[in-house]
């Protein structure tokens, strides 16, 4: 354990796209710093997974497709009507699907700006409002990368990940008086499902290609838990606004 036992305890805190992932092991390691967690996505059985292998017993899950931005709000507002004020929001749900422009289709940009960037935008929406969110908490968004930098067929990705940037920035405007602060963490490739999916569409060669452009190597999933148990925690409470980047010096080329 890198931080103290208790340092989310009493707090509540949803994880949306909890059932994989970067979205698991955040909740799993929230957990082990005391906080209640929600766990929120569209597959009973891997949430139950990730719920197994989280420490304390007052966790729950919620079956929520966030590809919209109406559903995600009501997933905010059920589960604040079922649990209380929330002090936190982990937004990890999103795809990625790689296609080079020229061949983009609506239906690709429906699948990637759907939990990516729509449902994101659903929750900001319901924990702005009163009595969501308690005062003095704290909006975590999953970003990459891939909003500042462009690669090959990933330009629904980045746009979807821009938009994240944008959306954290008017938010930490918005809700700066109430001590509410909305950041987000722009990962580089971390070894998780998505990652592997990606890996698997090219040779290894290029997967090997990739890896060198981060200085450290691919991550590990708590390298992103690390980072969100601390926007999480009070000890970030000066920081609003960021995209952090965790990539393993990927941007620093
Ligand atoms: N892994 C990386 O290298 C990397 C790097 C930079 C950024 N990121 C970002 O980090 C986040 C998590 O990535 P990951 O690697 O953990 O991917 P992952 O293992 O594929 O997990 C994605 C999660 O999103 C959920 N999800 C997807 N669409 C959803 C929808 N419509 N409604 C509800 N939940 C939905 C999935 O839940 P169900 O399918 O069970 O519903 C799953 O829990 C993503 O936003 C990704 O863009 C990842």
Known sequence: MIFAPDCLADRRILVAGASSGLGRQVAIQMAECGAEVVLAGRNEARLAETLSAMAGTNHRIVLADLSSVDAADDLVKTTVAAVGPLHGVFYSAGESALAPVRTTKAQHLEQVFGA??????????????????????????????????????????????????????????????????????????????????FAGTVSEEMVGNYRDLHLLGFGRPEDIGHCAVFLMSDASRWITGQSLAVDGGYTAK
């Open 116 to 197: 990516g960037l729509f449902g994101a935008f659903g929750v900001a929406r319901a924990a702005s409002r009163k009595g969501a969110l308690c005062d003095g908490g704290s909006l975590v968004f999953m970003s990459s990368v891939s909003a500042t930098r462009g690669r090959r067929g990933m330009a629904a990705y980045s746009a979807a990940k821009a938009g994240i940037g944008g959306l954290i920035r008017a938010l930490a405007i918005e809700l700066a008086p109430r001590s509410i602060r909305a950041n987000a963490i722009a990962a580089g490739a971390v070894v998780t499902a998505m990652h592997d999916a």
